[in-house]
C-alpha cells in the first residue's frame, strides 16, 4: 500500500475540489510535502484529518471550527463540539417552524380570498384590532407602494406583503360623503403588536373585484344601505386590501375589502 498519494487522487476520493484542499492547507490543516515537479503529495497519516474535515463538514460547522477542533482534540471537547451543533440544529428548526407556520398562514389567507363574497354589503362585529399607522396621504398607487414598505419596518421580521389581507389605507367620513371616493390619508397594518388601534363594533363590509376605482359605487352603496337601516356611519372607511398587485397581475383577480364602523 502506498503512502503518499497525489492532489488529484485525493481530490477523486474524497469528491473535493483541489481548491478546497489548498484552502485547507492555507488553514493549516493539512500539510502536504513536494513531490517531484513541485506536486503536493499527501501522506497517508493525513487521511484521518480528511475524515473529520468531511464528517463536521457534512453536520454543518464551519472550517475555522473545525481547525479549531482538529487542534485540540478530546473526548469532552467532541462531546461539547457535537452538543454545541446540536443548538444551532434545535435552533434552526424553531426558526423553520415559526416560517412554516407563517407559510400555512399566508396560504389560508389566499385560499380565503377565492371564497370571499363580492358585491354583498354585511354587517359584522368586528372586535377591537391592534395596527401600525403610517399619517401619510397619498394619490397614486405607486405611492402607496413606499408607505407599505415603510409600515414593513415598524417590525420587519413579522409584516409581511403576500398573503396579507390586513394591509389597507382610511378614507375620512367626509371625504367620502363628498365624493372623494379616494381620498387616503393614512395607511395602517393590523397585527397584534401594533401600537394604535382601530376600535371594535359593528361595521358594515362590502368586498369587490378589480380596481379600487369601484369606490365610487361602493361607498354610496353602503351609505344609502346605512341611512336604509337606520345606522349612523361613524368612519372612516378603511379600504383593506385582500389581493393586489403584488399577488396577481391580472386586475381582475384584485379583491378590495370597505369596511366603516356604524352606530345605531
Avoid at 61 to 84: D, K, P
Avoid at 230 to 255: M, T, V
Wanted: glycine share 6%.
Amino acid at each position: 500500500m502506498k503512502h503518499y498519494y497525489r492532489i488529484g487522487e485525493i481530490s477523486s476520493l474524497y469528491n473535493i475540489s483541489s481548491d478546497s484542499l489548498r484552502y485547507y492547507e492555507e488553514l493549516g490543516i493539512l500539510k502536504p510535502k513536494r513531490g517531484e515537479n513541485n506536486y503536493r503529495m499527501y501522506h497517508i497519516h493525513d487521511i484521518w484529518r480528511l475524515n473529520v474535515i468531511r464528517d463536521l463538514r457534512e453536520l454543518g460547522f464551519s472550517m475555522e471550527r473545525i481547525r479549531e477542533y482538529l487542534n485540540n482534540r478530546s473526548l469532552a471537547g467532541t462531546e461539547a463540539l457535537l452538543q454545541e451543533e446540536l443548538t444551532v440544529i434545535e435552533e434552526k428548526m424553531q426558526s423553520l417552524d415559526a416560517l412554516k407556520t407563517n407559510i400555512e398562514d399566508r396560504l389560508e389567507t389566499l385560499r380565503d380570498t377565492r371564497k370571499q363574497p363580492l358585491g354583498i354589503i354585511e354587517k359584522k362585529e368586528i372586535p377591537e384590532r391592534h395596527c401600525y399607522t403610517i399619517h401619510s396621504g397619498y394619490k397614486l398607487d405607486t405611492e402607496m407602494d413606499i408607505l407599505i414598505k415603510q409600515l414593513l419596518n415598524k417590525n420587519p421580521d413579522k409584516l409581511y406583503i403576500i398573503g396579507n389581507n390586513r394591509i389597507g389605507s382610511v378614507i375620512p367620513l367626509e371625504s367620502a360623503i363628498a365624493g372623494h371616493f379616494r381620498h387616503y390619508t393614512d395607511v395602517f397594518i393590523i397585527d397584534k403588536d401594533g401600537d394604535e388601534t382601530i376600535p371594535g363594533g359593528a361595521y358594515l363590509t362590502v368586498s369587490y373585484q378589480g380596481d379600487c376605482a369601484q369606490n365610487a359605487d361602493y361607498i354610496p352603496r353602503m351609505l344609502n344601505y346605512a341611512r336604509e337601516q337606520g345606522l349612523s356611519p361613524e368612519g372612516p372607511f378603511l379600504e383593506l386590501l385582500w389581493a393586489d398587485i403584488h399577488q396577481s397581475e391580472k386586475e381582475q383577480e384584485h379583491i378590495t375589502e370597505l369596511q366603516i364602523r356604524c352606530g345605531e
